[in-house]
């Protein structure tokens, strides 16, 4: 496929381009990452059903579920901004499009397959009917809404279909928006960002409320679906991503700094817990990510002291996917296969329970990311030169 070219930057602009924000690496950033997903494993190892929740006390169990309660959400908020912020700051000039989707596809599909095919062996292929493995599969299940078919399977797997849509749009939404004047580039992401918390009244507003969302949750798939889970709608955390990564590439203004931002994240964590529910699922998350993912960058671009610099957190960073991916069948194979489903414990023991299940998700992780994602990368993902 062919690449139109991209329009020639203006004195003005090339000079506003840092080479070392174009060029330089975010190691911060990738240790962010593991937080994410770890994030996401509380969720998930808090819910009552199916029972991952270790703790026997009622109050305990209760405290510990509403804590995460949102969590989830706000790991995948996270992961989605910082993809399209990440994809832009690395772009290669003249890249064909071809490239950079051969690069993503083997990034995310092998991890994919390979739990596909490991939460149907130990936990769901007696259960599962075609009409929602296939679409899994193929990675298109969150366009479909269907309880069972975009959570089917190995969960987690509905955001890498919205990852897959917004990989094939990218060359599209990168073009578009390198051609906004840097001036108004903050304009366009208050916009974005207006229209990712105006989803949430517009569901309500618009939507059916049947049928119910399981486990007593206050919206109907059709709301859920249409706000968490549809790529186009998700793909506006991607763009406003891709903004805030325009915004320090030219060099607009940016005085926030990422311990302030860090405390924004945590004080829109607690008022999550408090919103409507359709606003929790990504509004409430969307404008203090936005402004972390650029403040934690700039901070390793100005070598600045990060402590999420360190290698072992920065590892932690590169194995995350693969956490991200492994984790919910890690869970429940030790729920239904080791501890069996009346089985829990003390406060004490059940924090045991849990820290030893983050380690095991963790060596999953590692054998995964070593035995496929790294060895795809390396020998599918990359892009051979013609020879001469």
Not at 77 to 96: K, Q
Not at 114 to 139: K, R
Not at 335 to 347: D, V
């Amino acid at each position: 496929m062919s690449t139109t070219a991209e329009p020639a930057a203006t004195p003005t602009e090339r000079a506003a381009e840092p080479r070392q924000a174009v060029h330089g690496r975010l190691p911060s950033l990738t240790g962010l990452r593991f937080i994410a997903a770890l994030l996401v494993f509380c969720y998930h190892s808090s819910l009552a059903l199916p029972a991952l929740n270790p703790f026997a006390s009622k109050d305990v169990a209760d405290g510990y579920r509403w804590l995460f309660s949102n969590a989830g959400w706000a790991g995948v908020s996270f992961f989605f901004i910082l993809s399209g912020f990440v994809l832009t700051w690395s772009a290669r000039p003249g890249d064909p499009p071809r490239h950079f989707w051969r690069r993503r596809f083997f990034k995310i599909y092998p991890n994919h397959l390979v739990t596909w095919v490991l939460a149907l062996a130990l936990l769901s292929g007696a259960t599962t009917q075609w009409w929602q493995a296939v679409p899994n599969l193929f990675l298109v299940h969150a366009w479909i809404p269907e309880f069972s078919v975009f959570l089917g399977v190995n969960p987690p797997s509905w955001s890498l279909a919205c990852e897959l849509f917004f990989y094939l749009c990218f060359p599209l939404f990168l073009h578009g928006i390198k051609r906004i004047p840097p001036a108004h580039l903050w304009r366009w992401a208050a916009g974005t960002a207006a229209a990712v918390i105006a989803v949430p009244a517009l569901a309500y507003l618009l939507l059916p409320g049947d049928p119910p969302m399981p486990e007593g949750s206050p919206a109907s798939v059709w709301q859920y679906w249409s706000v968490y889970m549809l790529p186009p709608v998700r793909a506006l955390d991607f763009v406003l991503g891709m903004l805030m990564a325009r915004i320090v590439v030219t060099g607009r203004r940016f005085g926030i700094r990422p311990l302030p931002a860090a405390a924004a994240c945590v004080a829109a964590y607690a008022l999550s817990l408090y919103v409507p529910w359709l606003y929790a699922l990504d509004a409430v998350f969307v404008i203090p990510m936005a402004l972390l993912i650029p403040a934690v960058a700039l901070q390793d671009v100005s070598g600045r002291p990060s402590p999420l610099r360190g290698r072992a957190v920065v590892w932690l960073g590169e194995v995350s996917f693969a956490f991200y991916m492994v984790h919910l069948i890690l869970l429940n194979v030790v729920r239904e296969h080791l501890l069996g489903p009346e089985r829990f414990f003390g406060t004490a023991a059940g924090i045991g329970v849990l820290v030893l299940e983050a380690l095991a998700t963790l060596a999953a992780a590692w054998l995964l990311y070593a035995a496929v994602e790294k060895p795809a990368m390396r020998h599918l993902g990359r892009t051979r030169k013609a020879q001469p």
